[in-house]
């Protein structure tokens, strides 16, 4: 958390009183976002000495207990106190100094006077850091990504999660408990051109809240229960129109066929001219009998030349994009339609045996998905050894609890040092940590492997009422990680689990909407969690968390586009 250069790490609670007068500090505005400039001044200090002026903070982080599998169940913190700013005080005792609001959880802050040696000075000034939102761009069409950058989001149970709104239509929430209050995530403009509204409310236990301070008006809690400030963000986003070109209709084809069709228009009028021209002469000249026959073949003519001339404008329409192409609306400019597929993965690091002798297993690369290849080695086994190698998995209920459970994958030979080394694929298995082990090896001993989630779609494109699929893979099986939750076109739709289908989470999703590119968004959440309100748990359940970086394990989220086509 960079809510200061250093961290003011010699504190001792012990005041120091000037001799002349008694020390006082305050600050202007009381009331700030992050960035912006206060000005902190003292009185009453010792004459020309120099004051630090320290930031009263907090390291949070979620706090996770395995009852009887791993839960949420509240958020823990610990006092910090960094270092603001030093000053002077001048000849009369008194000082004013000038700083930018550090980033740092929203809420009430200490600013506390120390003297050189450590010792705090009282009394100390009160600063609110209130939380900000920004999002860019403002404009553009429909999939454009929209970064959403926030600030000064809190700890305490109703400044943790702030909601997220498209057209009033709920989205997700966002946290920064383990980010130090500051977090960024993108999501994708969806709808048709015009105007669209972006809303954020602060919220517990979800969704978004849209009077919380009026609330509590009269209440004996009124003082401390509305936190932070009723401060929603209301702003707009612009879509602007364009034409999607499919591209499993190829254009060229049709213009190449349509050119085909137009080359022969002459010889086609020609052969035209000549039927025609030859039955009016057949009907005139030749005898009673032979005009009924005349009569058919100019019919005939006429016949060919409604498909050949109907075919010819079809295919010139389509060229010009009826069957290869679809609109948002009838202007913008073309453009190739191109599936997009995005993970925003944050960044996990996997536990390894730290064994440097004896037997031990590792396995490379230690991060894999689904169906990948990976490598086992074996070292410091007996030579020429026959050796039973197993997979760790759970096995269980969110009831009856969980265990871990070790199933055979093969069986393999020690080389004459003691070695070997074999590839596997990742089996279909939950998501998270799994152990390969040979025989009764530690945990320090056995080898790791992390099974990171996946996402696919089985289409990309189709008119509406197109069925298709939405498949995750490495679902995880714990109350925090085995769930999954799915937005269309920025609007919660609902979530699934994959602990008794061994990590695959599949949905079912009809294509809805105009033609034109709609999103695809799924995210993380958590299933289930400790209830203890004095816990100041603020985790939303079931619902998208936008902020995979924040949470308590760390999983991705990822983005689709599906292109709705006409007809």
């Not at 001799?19 to 009185?43: E, R």
């Not at 106190?81 to 000053?87: D, H, I, M, P, S």
């Not at 730290?354 to 396995?363: E, F, H, L």
Request: with cysteine.
């Amino acid at each position: 958390m960079a809510v200061a250069a250093m961290l003011f790490v010699s504190i001792v609670c012990s005041p120091v009183s000037a001799a002349t007068a008694t020390p006082a500090i305050a600050v202007s505005p009381v009331v700030a976002t992050v960035g912006s400039t206060i000005t902190i001044t003292g009185s009453g200090f010792p004459p020309n000495t120099v004051i630090y002026l320290g930031w009263i903070s907090q390291n949070a982080s979620w706090q996770i207990k395995a009852i009887p599998t791993p839960q949420v169940v509240g958020i823990s913190s610990v006092p910090l106190v960094y270092k603001l700013g030093t000053t002077q005080s001048n000849a009369s005792g008194s000082f004013s100094l000038q700083i930018a609001v550090p980033s740092d959880y929203g809420g009430s802050h200490a600013i506390q006077a120390y003297a050189t040696n450590g010792t705090a000075i009282s009394p100390v000034a009160s600063f609110v850091l209130e939380p900000h939102f920004q999002i860019s761009p403002t404009s553009g069409p429909a999939g454009t990504p929209i970064s959403v950058v926030a600030t000064g989001l809190g700890t305490s149970i109703y400044s943790t999660s702030y909601h997220l709104y498209w057209d009033n239509n709920y989205v997700g929430y966002m946290t920064a408990v383990s980010t130090g209050g500051a977090t960024n995530f993108t999501f994708y403009a969806s709808g048709m051109p015009g105007t669209h509204s972006v809303d954020i409310y602060e919220g517990y236990p979800g969704p978004g809240v849209f009077n919380p301070c009026q609330e509590e008006v009269g209440s004996p809690l009124a003082a401390t229960v509305c936190w932070p400030p009723d401060v929603p963000f209301f702003a707009n986003f612009t879509i602007t129109p364009q034409q999607v070109a499919s591209q499993s209709h190829s254009s060229t084809v049709g213009a190449a066929f349509t050119m085909h069709f137009g080359a022969g228009e002459g010889w086609l009028a020609f052969l035209a001219a000549v039927f025609v021209g030859g039955g009016f002469f057949f009907y005139t000249r030749e005898p009673q009998q032979r005009k009924a026959i005349s009569k058919v073949l100019v019919a005939v003519v006429i016949i060919v030349l409604v498909v050949v001339g109907g075919t010819g404008l079809y295919l010139t329409t389509a060229q010009k994009g009826g069957a290869d192409s679809t609109s948002q609306t009838s202007s913008g400019p073309q453009v190739a339609f191109t599936p997009v597929a995005i993970v925003d993965r944050p960044h996990v690091t996997v536990p390894q045996n730290n064994a440097t002798t004896g037997p031990r297993i590792s396995v490379t690369p230690d991060i894999a998905s689904v169906g990948e290849n990976v490598t086992v080695n074996g070292l410091g086994f007996t030579p020429s050894s026959q050796l039973p190698i197993t997979w760790s998995t759970r096995h269980g209920s969110n009831i009856i609890g969980y265990k871990l459970v070790n199933e055979p994958v093969r069986n393999v030979t020690a080389n004459a040092s003691g070695s070997f080394s074999f590839s596997m694929r990742v089996p279909h298995d939950l998501g998270g940590i799994h152990y390969i082990a040979a025989g009764n090896l530690t945990e320090k001993s056995n080898g790791t492997l992390f099974i990171q989630r996946t996402a696919t779609l089985t289409k990309t494109e189709g008119p509406a009422g197109t069925q298709f699929q939405i498949v995750l893979l490495g679902v995880g099986w714990d109350f925090n990680t085995n769930i999954a939750t799915f937005d269309y076109d920025n609007s919660y739709v609902g979530y699934g689990c994959g602990f008794s289908s061994a990590g695959n989470v599949t949905f079912t999703v009809t294509a809805a909407g105009a033609p034109g590119i709609h999103t695809i968004d799924v995210y993380p959440s958590v299933w289930w969690g400790g209830e203890n309100f004095a816990n100041q748990l603020a985790v939303e359940y079931r619902y998208p968390l936008l902020t995979p970086q924040d949470h308590p394990e760390l999983i991705p989220s990822f983005h689709f586009t599906f292109l709705v086509t006409a007809g």
